[in-house]
Structures are given as C-alpha cells and as structure tokens.
C-alpha cells in the first residue's frame, strides 16, 4: 500500500516535518507551492569580486538568462525606420520655379513643401560665372590697339570667351574662321590676357600695384612641340632613350665611387701626415722634458687615422689590458690582416699590459691599420689605372679619327693619333724630369667591344684628371 511519502514524490510535492496521509488542502495548494519554489530558485546573487556593471551585462532587470546568439537592437550603421508619430504630415505641392542660371525663361515643375513657396532655386547658388572684363570704345583706341587684331575681331573674341567661361578650347572650335583668319589657341590666350593686364594696369588708383597675369605663349607652343614629339616616338627611340638613361645612371655611379675613392684616400693621407706629426712633436716633447705640455701641443688627430681606441673614464674600476681590446668598429678583415703581420714580425698578440706597452702596442696597431688601408687604397688606384689605360688603348685602336682627337685633346696631350705609342714612349724619356712612362703596344691590347666602352667623364682618377704641372 503507497504511503504518503510515495504520493508527494509522485506529484512532485516538497517534503514536510511530518510525513502522514496526505489531506485534500494539500492537493489543491500544489500550484503555489511549485511557483514559490520556481520563484526561489530564479533568485542570483553577483559574485563576490564582479562588478555590478559587468554583472548587469549578464542579466536583466527581469532576471532573465543571457542570450545564446548576439542580438542587434541598436540601430547604427542599419537602415533607420520611419518614425511615424502623430504630428500633422507637411504638406507637399507640386509648383513651378525657374533657374536662374538660365537667360531663356524655360519654367520647370518639381514637388516642394508648401512653406517653401516662392523661394529662389536652392541649386542657384552653385552657378559661378567668370567676370570678363568689358573696354569702352575710347579705351580701345587708347590701350588696346593691335596691328594683328581689328575690333570686330577682339569683340567676338570676347563675346565667346563670356558665353564658354573661358574655356580656350571650346572657344577656338566655335571661332568663326569664315570671317576672320586662323588663329592657334595660344594666339588667342595671348590676345586675351593681354588685354585684362592692360586694363588692369590703366584701371588701377594711383600708387598701387596691381597683379598682372602674364601668358607666355612662346612657352606654351614649345611645350605642347615636345608633348608631340614625344608622344610621336618610335619604339626604337623609346628604348634607345631608355638604354641611354641607364648608361648615364651607370657612368654617374661610377663617377661617385671614383670620387668616394679619392676622398677616402686623401683621408687616409692627412692621417697619416698628421700621425706623423704627432709622433715628431711627441718626440720634441720627450727631449725638452715638458710632459705637461705633451696634451697641448697634440694636433687634432681625426676618426679615419688607424683605430679609435676607448677611453676609460668611469669612476669604477678596470683592467689595463681592457685598452688593448679593439674595438667593434675594426672589421674582421682589418683584424685578420693585423694578427697576420704581428705573427710575421713575431710580436706577442697578448704582451704584458703595462702603462708604455698599452701605449706603444695600441699606436702600432692603429699604424698597421692604417697601412693596410693605404695598401688597399693603392691597389685600387693601380687597378682603375690599368682599366683605363687599356680602355685609352683600344680607343685609340677602334676609334675613329674624330674620336682619339677628341679624346686626346681633353685626356693627355701629345699623342700620336694613328695609335703608335713608340713616339710617345721615345719623347717621354727623352725629357729631362719626366718620369719615364712605357705604355702597352697596341698589338698586346685587347679590343672591348664598343658597347662597354662608354664612360668617358672627366671624374677624379681618370686620364682626364692628371694634372700638368
């Protein structure tokens, strides 16, 4: 037999203290009961730590659970709707109006609100017209007479530069030609600016300066001459003008390398001048016994003259041999190159790091630097001198009279234009102070083709530059 316990399990009743037969107030107060308890269990309390502003995010004011997908009820960027309220609807009528930019009358219809009946055209105002001046007939004959130009012809000008608002091209199609001769576009800004400067210039209070636009016509016609020679090019010529571009970029290139060159090598020269002059002032020093004057009497030597060493200056503490480190600046080469000569010379890499040996060990090896530096400056030099003394050679031997004569005349002087160098050779030892020069026979030349033989600037370490002292 079920007992009460049974029944309230089935009916989904909560428990109570006592678990007897159950009575009829209990089967019909089910309902309240069941929506209590559904009523306590909707009940959320914020979690300790969360805002209440991102707790109000969560849920709403009915406690309602979050939504499963976003939903937009913003309207933003979307299509806004008719607000339809219950105000009274502006009337619309549909009326007449005219444009003011137009001189013939025509009468338009479009709809417009009733409030704004009588109104001018709201477009009206975009229409912009240019202010051509306007010459009486004493002016005329005053200012602005021309041998080239009747003034029928100039008043028609006019009459068409105000009907097209001066736009030259429109006005030269509607010239009339049958009445008065051909005239060019530029002939007909020229006549029409002239004009308007004119009689600015007369119209103008006494004591000022007015503006004047000044057309210069014989510009204009070159210009538009080479926008038509240029558009009228053949494909040839587009690509003979493109490969002479890139040649002169090649030849511009090599001309600021050479000069690059030469400037690095006179820097390098200077240096060593001046670190020659410090070692003599230094000993000077040494020998008078005047080492306080030691730092005075040192020249400014530059950055370029061998190696930049460190100077440590802190408070803190350091070694001796940190000045015998080489710094970052001195490349690998620079450092393989200087280990090479010392292990040649047999001098220590590591030697014991004294006050004179720090000294002398960083100044030798700032003095090595700086002679592999010259070393290379100089075999570069020999290389670019050996380039182009074979390019001079076979120049003289494929070129052109016209062209060994031009060159010989702006490179160096007095040679033999059939390409014979043995005279060249002969007179060069002959002359008392001159350096012997054998230059190489023809016949031991090899011949460029013409394409590569191209830079002819006079640019520093080139046959152009030699100096004749």
């Given at each position: 037999?079920?007992?009460?316990?049974?029944?309230?399990?089935?009916?989904?009743?909560?428990?109570?203290?006592?678990?007897?037969?159950?009575?009829?107030?209990?089967?019909?107060?089910?309902?309240?009961?069941?929506?209590?308890?559904?009523?306590?269990?909707?009940?959320?309390?914020?979690?300790?730590?969360?805002?209440?502003?991102?707790?109000?995010?969560?849920?709403?004011?009915?406690?309602?659970?979050?939504?499963?997908?976003?939903?937009?009820?913003?309207?933003?960027?979307?299509?806004?709707?008719?607000?339809?309220?219950?105000?009274?609807?502006?009337?619309?009528?549909?009326?007449?109006?005219?444009?003011?930019?137009?001189?013939?009358?025509?009468?338009?219809?479009?709809?417009?609100?009733?409030?704004?009946?009588?109104?001018?055209?709201?477009?009206?105002?975009?229409?912009?017209?240019?202010?051509?001046?306007?010459?009486?007939?004493?002016?005329?004959?005053?200012?602005?007479?021309?041998?080239?130009?009747?003034?029928?012809?100039?008043?028609?000008?006019?009459?068409?530069?105000?009907?097209?608002?001066?736009?030259?091209?429109?006005?030269?199609?509607?010239?009339?030609?049958?009445?008065?001769?051909?005239?060019?576009?530029e002939d007909l800004?020229?006549?029409?600016?002239?004009?308007?400067?004119?009689?600015?210039?007369?119209?103008?209070?006494?004591?000022?300066?007015?503006?004047?636009?000044?057309?210069?016509?014989?510009?204009?016609?070159?210009?538009?001459?080479?926008?038509?020679?240029?558009?009228?090019?053949?494909?040839?010529?587009?690509?003979?003008?493109?490969?002479?571009?890139?040649?002169?970029?090649?030849?511009?290139?090599?001309?600021?390398?050479?000069?690059?060159?030469?400037?690095?090598?006179?820097?390098l020269i200077k240096?060593?001048?001046?670190?020659?002059?410090?070692?003599?002032?230094?000993?000077?020093?040494?020998?008078?016994?005047?080492?306080?004057?030691?730092?005075?009497?040192?020249?400014?030597?530059?950055?370029?003259?061998?190696?930049?060493?460190?100077?440590?200056?802190?408070?803190?503490?350091?070694?001796?041999?940190?000045?015998?480190?080489?710094?970052?600046?001195?490349?690998?080469?620079?450092?393989?190159?200087?280990?090479?000569?010392?292990?040649?010379?047999?001098?220590?890499?590591?030697?014991?790091?004294?006050?004179?040996?720090?000294?002398?060990?960083?100044?030798?090896?700032?003095?090595?630097?700086?002679?592999?530096?010259?070393?290379?400056?100089?075999?570069?030099?020999?290389?670019?001198?050996?380039m182009l003394r074979?390019?001079?050679?076979?120049?003289?031997?494929?070129?052109?009279?016209?062209?060994?004569?031009?060159?010989?005349?702006?490179?160096?002087?007095?040679?033999?234009?059939?390409?014979?160098?043995?005279?060249?050779?002969?007179?060069?030892?002959?002359?008392?102070?001159?350096?012997?020069?054998?230059?190489?026979?023809?016949?031991?030349?090899?011949?460029?083709?013409?394409?590569?033989?191209?830079?002819?600037?006079?640019?520093?370490?080139?046959?152009?530059?030699?100096?004749?002292?």
């Amino acid at each position: 037999m079920a007992t009460g316990a049974d029944v309230r399990d089935i009916l989904e009743l909560g428990g109570t203290d006592n678990d007897g037969p159950i009575s009829k107030k209990d089967l019909i107060n089910s309902d309240k009961k069941k929506s209590k308890k559904a009523t306590e269990t909707l009940t959320f309390k914020r979690p300790e730590g969360m805002h209440r502003e991102v707790y109000a995010l969560l849920y709403s004011d009915k406690k309602d659970a979050p939504p499963l997908l976003p939903s937009d009820t913003t309207q933003g960027y979307r299509t806004v709707k008719a607000k339809l309220g219950c105000k009274k609807v502006r009337p619309w009528k549909w009326m007449p109006f005219t444009n003011p930019a137009r001189k013939d009358g025509a009468i338009f219809h479009h709809w417009r609100r009733m409030a704004e009946e009588g109104k001018d055209y709201p477009f009206a105002r975009f229409n912009k017209t240019v202010q051509v001046p306007v010459y009486s007939e004493q002016e005329y004959q005053m200012h602005l007479h021309d041998d080239g130009w009747t003034k029928g012809e100039t008043d028609h000008l006019f009459d068409l530069c105000k009907r097209f608002d001066l736009r030259f091209v429109v006005i030269h199609d509607r010239y009339d030609y049958q009445q008065y001769r051909k005239r060019s576009i530029e002939d007909l800004k020229e006549r029409y600016y002239n004009i308007c400067g004119k009689l600015t210039k007369v119209r103008a209070a006494s004591g000022t300066e007015p503006k004047i636009y000044i057309f210069d016509a014989g510009h204009e016609r070159r210009r538009k001459e080479q926008l038509e020679k240029l558009f009228n090019r053949t494909p040839e010529q587009v690509a003979e003008e493109e490969y002479l571009i890139q040649e002169l970029r090649k030849i511009e290139n090599r001309k600021k390398e050479r000069e690059k060159k030469a400037q690095d090598l006179q820097k390098l020269i200077k240096a060593a001048d001046t670190t020659t002059e410090l070692r003599r002032a230094e000993k000077r020093v040494s020998k008078k016994k005047l080492p306080q004057k030691r730092d005075t009497e040192k020249p400014a030597v530059p950055e370029t003259a061998g190696i930049k060493f460190p100077d440590f200056k802190s408070a803190g503490v350091t070694l001796r041999s940190q000045r015998m480190k080489l710094p970052s600046s001195v490349g690998q080469k620079k450092i393989k190159a200087i280990e090479q000569i010392l292990a040649e010379q047999g001098v220590d890499l590591n030697p014991m790091p004294t006050e004179e040996i720090v000294q002398m060990f960083n100044e030798l090896r700032s003095d090595l630097v700086l002679l592999y530096e010259l070393k290379q400056a100089h075999s570069n030099c020999e290389y670019e001198q050996q380039m182009l003394r074979h390019r001079y050679e076979a120049l003289l031997k494929a070129g052109s009279g016209a062209g060994c004569g031009g060159l010989t005349g702006g490179g160096i002087a007095g040679v033999p234009q059939g390409g014979d160098l043995s005279a060249l050779n002969s007179t060069a030892s002959s002359t008392p102070g001159v350096e012997a020069q054998s230059w190489p026979n023809v016949d031991d030349i090899k011949v460029e083709p013409k394409e590569q033989i191209i830079d002819v600037v006079g640019a520093p370490l080139t046959p152009n530059s030699v100096s004749q002292d």
